[in-house]
């Protein structure tokens, strides 16, 4: 537990499933208030919210998308007037798609550009512009994954969008240390999230990505979660510009384990 936590205010985008809710859950359990951004009413904040509260947190929700400037604003917007700050911006929200790249649409290609990396744009732009204007030394936190250092066939316009988050990262990382506030991201590999439950839902495919993880499973997005928690905690206030790759080893060459090579 980070007893800093209680009491801060942490927007998190995409947290209406999967690793975004994860994290909103857990920033519950360390009693923030939380800002959940959902994108589809099926993703059912509500019960997220519910649970935030038996855990003793504050939680609201609001739906937008993050590739769209007034959706971001909102969010912002939306916590400060609930709970009259901004501490932690958690920009989580993501989405792929598999396709050989000569066959890749640019609507595809916008679509996922816009929502993984102009989405994460507009979510350090605003949080860190209302961080400056506020004078708080606040952290930002930019889901990113192993993909921004290992290419992907057939998702590349999601590889490209995990590389730029890697040096927007490092990029805003430099530009506000002077100001106290931190930019880190965080890259997981393959984590048991609905994003990859058709895929492992298939034996065949899931022991396929299992071979590429020395530690020998599939992560838990609690494991993701306990990351972010601490890298938002003034545990880590010395912390800036780092990927923390939460990946079993995935990012360590895992083919040239057993003295391969
Ligand atoms: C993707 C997953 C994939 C993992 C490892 C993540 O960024 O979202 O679908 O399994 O990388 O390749």
Redesign the pocket.
């Known amino acids: 537990m980070y007893p800093d936590l209680q009491g801060k205010t942490v927007v998190i985008t995409g947290a209406g499933t999967g690793l975004g809710q994860a994290m909103a859950l857990r920033f519950g359990q360390e009693k923030a208030n939380v800002v959940i951004n959902y994108f589809k009413e099926e993703e059912n904040p509500d019960d997220t919210i519910k649970e935030i509260e038996r855990s003793g947190g504050k939680a609201i929700k609001i739906q937008g998308d993050v590739s769209k400037e007034e959706d971001i604003k909102q969010m912002i917007q939306k916590a400060v007037s609930e709970f009259g700050s901004l501490d932690i911006m958690v920009n989580n929200a993501?989405i792929?798609n598999e396709v050989p790249s000569d066959e890749l649409t640019l609507e595809d290609w916008n679509r996922v550009i816009s929502t993984n990396l102009t989405g994460m744009f507009l979510g350090c732009r605003e949080a860190i512009d209302y961080m400056l204007d506020h004078g708080i030394k606040g952290s930002v936190i930019n889901m990113s994954?192993?993909?921004q250092q290992?290419p992907?066939p057939h998702f590349v316009h999601?590889a490209a969008s995990?590389g730029g988050a890697k040096l927007l990262t490092e990029t805003l990382a430099l530009e506000y240390a002077p100001k106290g506030i931190r930019v880190n991201a965080i890259g997981?590999?393959?984590?048991d999230t609905p994003?990859?439950a058709e895929?492992f839902a298939d034996e065949k495919l899931k022991e396929g990505?299992v071979e590429?993880i020395p530690m020998g499973y599939i992560g838990k997005p609690e494991e993701v979660a306990a990351c972010a928690v601490w890298l938002s905690s003034s545990e880590a206030s010395y912390v800036t510009g780092l990927t923390l790759y939460v990946d079993g080893g995935?990012t360590k060459y895992p083919g040239f384990q057993a003295g391969k090579g």
């Open positions: 993501g792929e994954s192993v993909h290992i992907w999601y995990k997981p590999g393959a984590i994003i990859n895929k990505v590429l995935m």
